[in-house]
């Protein structure tokens, strides 16, 4: 069976690397692979030097990890295109060249990378099953070995200022309860022994959806996060929509 690498990454996409990529050491992902990269929890960063990561090399046998950087590039004022994400150090430096056609994918909070030629063709159920468990070993392995205290780095940014009426109005209406339709999950209590709900928008702020009670619900953790990052989050948006517009 030809192998299909999104059954054992979570996300992940191919490309083959450009002469501009390597002369100007900033190799620009596609779309998919820009997906997995920011699935792993990292973003491009506005500022350069850019933070290293490391990402996991497969099917190398002279290289097991290299490092890389995540960034916006610069454009001038006359372009007339917007910033494009980059990575820079030595995935592009030292262990890409042009023509490669490299596949970088995630796992969870790990990006791994190889590329194509050298990975298998074809394999079984079977040795599909152990790249994708010798993976999720080499994360394992590598969570073992992190020790100490975790560095620090300033943080920037803006975010909504919420009107306390409408969180308390939303609780209040919910009577203690989930308000997503079929919600059938047990709240925990409060120090205050009231049961713990967690309000959202139902369009949320950041796609400029109101801060308002007509687009407000209680939430259980279980259901707000799966209206966050859930696959099926469109159409339980869209049932959670219908169920507030009859609310009193």
């Given at each position: 069976m030809t192998i299909v690498w999104k059954d054992i990454f979570d996300s992940c996409g191919a490309k083959r690397v450009t002469k501009t990529d390597k002369s100007k050491s900033a190799y620009v992902p596609n779309k998919a692979q820009r997906t997995a990269i920011e699935a792993a929890g990292i973003k491009p960063a506005d500022t350069?030097?850019?933070?290293?990561?490391?990402?996991?090399?497969?099917?190398?046998?002279?290289?097991?990890t290299t490092k890389a950087s995540y960034y916006y590039s610069k454009r001038s004022k006359k372009a007339k295109r917007l910033p494009e994400p980059r990575m820079g150090h030595g995935i592009i430096a030292d262990w890409l060249?042009?023509?490669?056609?490299?596949?970088?994918?995630?796992?969870?909070n790990q990006v791994f990378a190889f590329k194509l030629p050298s990975a298998p063709s074809s394999m079984d159920k079977n040795s599909v099953e152990k790249v994708g468990a010798a993976i999720k070993k080499t994360i394992y392995d590598r969570a073992k070995q992190a020790k100490g205290k975790p560095a620090k780095k300033?943080?920037?940014?803006?975010?909504?200022?919420?009107?306390?009426?409408?969180?308390?109005?939303?609780?209040?209406?919910?009577?203690?309860?989930?308000?997503?339709?079929?919600?059938?999950?047990?709240?925990?209590?409060?120090d205050s022994g009231a049961p713990y709900l967690e309000v959202h928008h139902v369009v949320p702020l950041a796609e400029d959806g109101d801060d308002t009670l007509a687009n407000a619900a209680a939430l259980c953790p279980h259901c707000h996060r799966e209206l966050h990052s859930g696959k099926n989050r469109k159409s339980l948006r869209e049932t959670l929509a219908t169920h507030i517009a009859k609310l009193p």
């Amino acid at each position: 069976m030809t192998i299909v690498w999104k059954d054992i990454f979570d996300s992940c996409g191919a490309k083959r690397v450009t002469k501009t990529d390597k002369s100007k050491s900033a190799y620009v992902p596609n779309k998919a692979q820009r997906t997995a990269i920011e699935a792993a929890g990292i973003k491009p960063a506005d500022t350069r030097p850019a933070p290293e990561f490391d990402v996991v090399v497969l099917f190398d046998k002279k290289v097991d990890t290299t490092k890389a950087s995540y960034y916006y590039s610069k454009r001038s004022k006359k372009a007339k295109r917007l910033p494009e994400p980059r990575m820079g150090h030595g995935i592009i430096a030292d262990w890409l060249d042009v023509g490669d056609h490299v596949v970088i994918g995630n796992v969870g909070n790990q990006v791994f990378a190889f590329k194509l030629p050298s990975a298998p063709s074809s394999m079984d159920k079977n040795s599909v099953e152990k790249v994708g468990a010798a993976i999720k070993k080499t994360i394992y392995d590598r969570a073992k070995q992190a020790k100490g205290k975790p560095a620090k780095k300033p943080v920037t940014r803006e975010d909504f200022v919420r009107n306390p009426y409408v969180v308390a109005a939303t609780i209040q209406r919910s009577n203690g309860r989930c308000e997503m339709p079929g919600c059938t999950r047990g709240l925990f209590q409060k120090d205050s022994g009231a049961p713990y709900l967690e309000v959202h928008h139902v369009v949320p702020l950041a796609e400029d959806g109101d801060d308002t009670l007509a687009n407000a619900a209680a939430l259980c953790p279980h259901c707000h996060r799966e209206l966050h990052s859930g696959k099926n989050r469109k159409s339980l948006r869209e049932t959670l929509a219908t169920h507030i517009a009859k609310l009193p």
